[in-house]
């Protein structure tokens, strides 16, 4: 796992005057450099526009300045950044990159560990991957890791395309997949309260849980990314990635020990359990919608399909809602509800785990109504765990009320925040695999995907717009609930009436 807690590396970073970089990664090294846990460390950024070194170091300064909104040493931090203008199809600017790598390598004493981190968009990874190995960059005395960015192909036979490209230049070991959500806090503090804790393990299985709800709802619509979401839509978007990972976490077996192979293995296994869907099922599992215009904060915005870039009569969903069953002994009966969806009325990634009703109402009053027992896993923008529980409510009477138990961590912000990508960032250079995903995990994700989008790409959904921006999502996907009797836990406020 852990390889070394200061680790020395020179990284490379493919896109470096693009979004990615400047919003996350910029940021993310500048806060390891400020903790001490990078020092002897050097970067490339690398990518088509022409810059001089200085150019280079002034756009880190800044967007370190706005996105961490620090200056603690600042100019010493920059001085660690250098840049090379290239085109990645261009094999003689590979030849220049080995060079520089050379030099830094010997100037930063970086024990030719290296990092090339692909910002850059997807149809560019395989190529790079391959002239990075060819024109011998990845001939070095350290380590060579290939950090990769989102999407990991479209489908299973595209991301097996992607992988067979990298695996001529990487072992799987040596590629770090990134998933933002598993670099979050609470997405990792996920297998500590299972594992760490006698009071949820011994319930977790479906003799003591009745369902589990992940729910990952954003405000934002497609912004400027309408030509992406429109060949992907929030099925490939984040029910392929984040969402699978989050159930993988909540249903795997306890690894046998907590190392990156064992829990990997969990996990695969997990996914292998899903129930696979015949085709002419999917739509009972399976529900989607697509926001039309609406209003949120006061603000009017527009409906999906008036989007730039995006077809005026588009087939494509931005809300997902879906039943998930995991066909093993420990899941046997027991729905994961997962939904996504941009426009919608909070930003909010909240796992609700709903124990089974107890099996007398209490003392026999059939007029007391007794609310389940919630453990809710709050990922973002609020950190946290929240218990449920019924207690007496104070005074004479016997009656009950629903007690709350809260830990808040930290708050952080509302975005995808840079500390996930710190601590990814770290993990890729020290060499602790654990929170990246396995090709294994990625080609069981997209087989299930696959499954799915392959029924919707053929049916256009005449109800699309099905809900109005600023809302809960379409009518479907409380259908989808009710047909088990169950409801969404609003993911705003627990304290109100189911949604
Ligand atoms: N932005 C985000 O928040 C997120 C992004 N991602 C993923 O990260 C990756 C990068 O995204 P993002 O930063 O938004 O993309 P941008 O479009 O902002 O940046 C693209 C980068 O690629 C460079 N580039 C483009 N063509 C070439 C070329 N032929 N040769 C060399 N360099 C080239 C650009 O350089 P130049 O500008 O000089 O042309 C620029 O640095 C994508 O895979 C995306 O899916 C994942 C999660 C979130
Ligand atoms: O990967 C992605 O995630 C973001 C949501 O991330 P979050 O950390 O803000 O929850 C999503 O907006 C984007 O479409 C998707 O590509």
Same mark, same amino acid.
């Given at each position: 796992m852990s390889e070394k807690q200061t680790p020395t590396a020179l990284l490379m970073i493919f896109g470096a005057t693009g979004d990615l970089a400047?919003?996350?990664?910029?940021?993310?090294?500048y806060r390891l450099f400020k903790k001490g846990k990078i020092s002897n460390f050097a970067v490339v950024g690398v990518a088509r526009r022409s810059l001089t070194n200085e150019e280079f170091q002034q756009n880190v300064k800044d967007s370190v300045l706005t996105f961490a909104k *620090?200056?603690?040493?600042?100019? !010493?931090? &920059?001085?660690?950044?250098?840049?090379h203008s290239h085109d990645v199809a261009n094999s003689t600017s590979y030849k220049e990159l080995k060079e520089i790598a050379e030099n830094l390598d010997h100037q930063y004493e970086l024990d030719g560990n290296r990092v090339f981190y692909l910002a850059m968009a997807p149809e560019f990874f395989g190529t790079i991957a391959e002239h990075i190995k060819s024109e011998g960059l990845t001939e070095t005395k350290g380590y060579k890791r290939l950090v990769i960015e989102k999407p990991f192909g479209h489908s299973f036979d595209s991301a097996q395309e992607l992988n067979d490209q990298l695996r001529t230049a990487f072992s799987e070991d040596e590629i770090y997949r990134i998933d933002h959500y598993l670099g979050k *806090?609470?997405?990792?503090?996920? !297998?500590? &309260?299972?594992?760490?804790n006698a009071i949820f393990e011994p319930l977790w299985n479906s003799r003591y849980i009745s369902n589990i709800q992940v729910t990952s709802s954003e405000v934002l619509g497609v912004e400027e990314r309408g030509r992406y979401y429109e060949t992907s839509g929030a099925l490939r978007d984040m029910v392929q990635n984040h969402m699978l990972q989050m159930v993988a976490l909540l249903a795997m077996e306890p690894p046998i020990r907590l190392n990156t192979e064992e829990i990997r293995s969990e996990k695969v296994r997990a996914l292998r359990s899903l129930r696979w869907m015949k085709k002419d099922e999917v739509n009972q599992y399976f529900v989607r919608g697509q926001y039309g215009k609406g209003t949120i904060q006061g603000q009017e915005v527009p409906a999906y399909r008036e989007e730039a870039m995006v077809d005026p009569e588009s087939n494509t969903e931005t809300f997902v809602a879906g039943k998930l069953m995991i066909d093993n002994f420990r899941w046997a009966g027991v729905p994961f509800y997962i939904r996504t969806g941009k426009r919608m009325d909070t930003k909010s990634t909240k796992i609700v785990v709903q124990f089974k009703d107890i099996p007398m109402n209490l003392y026999y009053k059939s007029e007391e109504h007794l609310n389940p027992n919630l453990l809710v896993i709050h990922i973002q923008p609020e950190e946290g765990i929240t218990l449920m529980l019924n207690a007496k409510k104070t005074g004479t009477s016997m009656k009950t009320t629903t007690v709350k138990l809260d830990f808040?961590?930290?708050?952080v912000d509302t975005m995808n925040t840079p500390e996930a990508?710190?601590?990814?960032?770290?993990?890729?250079?020290?060499?602790?695999a654990t929170n990246f995903t396995h090709w294994d995990e990625v080609a069981l994700s997209w087989k299930f995907v696959d499954n799915i989008s392959e029924v919707w790409e053929k049916e256009t959904d005449p109800t699309f717009p099905n809900y109005a921006s600023g809302t809960t999502g379409p009518d479907c996907a409380d259908e989808l609930l009710a047909k088990d009797g169950n409801f969404w836990w609003p993911v705003d406020n627990l304290d109100i009436d189911p949604c």
């Amino acid at each position: 796992m852990s390889e070394k807690q200061t680790p020395t590396a020179l990284l490379m970073i493919f896109g470096a005057t693009g979004d990615l970089a400047k919003r996350k990664l910029f940021p993310s090294i500048y806060r390891l450099f400020k903790k001490g846990k990078i020092s002897n460390f050097a970067v490339v950024g690398v990518a088509r526009r022409s810059l001089t070194n200085e150019e280079f170091q002034q756009n880190v300064k800044d967007s370190v300045l706005t996105f961490a909104k *620090e200056s603690e040493n600042i100019d !010493e931090f &920059i001085s660690h950044f250098y840049y090379h203008s290239h085109d990645v199809a261009n094999s003689t600017s590979y030849k220049e990159l080995k060079e520089i790598a050379e030099n830094l390598d010997h100037q930063y004493e970086l024990d030719g560990n290296r990092v090339f981190y692909l910002a850059m968009a997807p149809e560019f990874f395989g190529t790079i991957a391959e002239h990075i190995k060819s024109e011998g960059l990845t001939e070095t005395k350290g380590y060579k890791r290939l950090v990769i960015e989102k999407p990991f192909g479209h489908s299973f036979d595209s991301a097996q395309e992607l992988n067979d490209q990298l695996r001529t230049a990487f072992s799987e070991d040596e590629i770090y997949r990134i998933d933002h959500y598993l670099g979050k *806090e609470m997405v990792q503090n996920i !297998e500590v &309260i299972r594992f760490a804790n006698a009071i949820f393990e011994p319930l977790w299985n479906s003799r003591y849980i009745s369902n589990i709800q992940v729910t990952s709802s954003e405000v934002l619509g497609v912004e400027e990314r309408g030509r992406y979401y429109e060949t992907s839509g929030a099925l490939r978007d984040m029910v392929q990635n984040h969402m699978l990972q989050m159930v993988a976490l909540l249903a795997m077996e306890p690894p046998i020990r907590l190392n990156t192979e064992e829990i990997r293995s969990e996990k695969v296994r997990a996914l292998r359990s899903l129930r696979w869907m015949k085709k002419d099922e999917v739509n009972q599992y399976f529900v989607r919608g697509q926001y039309g215009k609406g209003t949120i904060q006061g603000q009017e915005v527009p409906a999906y399909r008036e989007e730039a870039m995006v077809d005026p009569e588009s087939n494509t969903e931005t809300f997902v809602a879906g039943k998930l069953m995991i066909d093993n002994f420990r899941w046997a009966g027991v729905p994961f509800y997962i939904r996504t969806g941009k426009r919608m009325d909070t930003k909010s990634t909240k796992i609700v785990v709903q124990f089974k009703d107890i099996p007398m109402n209490l003392y026999y009053k059939s007029e007391e109504h007794l609310n389940p027992n919630l453990l809710v896993i709050h990922i973002q923008p609020e950190e946290g765990i929240t218990l449920m529980l019924n207690a007496k409510k104070t005074g004479t009477s016997m009656k009950t009320t629903t007690v709350k138990l809260d830990f808040a961590n930290k708050s952080v912000d509302t975005m995808n925040t840079p500390e996930a990508y710190e601590k990814l960032l770290y993990d890729s250079m020290r060499g602790d695999a654990t929170n990246f995903t396995h090709w294994d995990e990625v080609a069981l994700s997209w087989k299930f995907v696959d499954n799915i989008s392959e029924v919707w790409e053929k049916e256009t959904d005449p109800t699309f717009p099905n809900y109005a921006s600023g809302t809960t999502g379409p009518d479907c996907a409380d259908e989808l609930l009710a047909k088990d009797g169950n409801f969404w836990w609003p993911v705003d406020n627990l304290d109100i009436d189911p949604c």
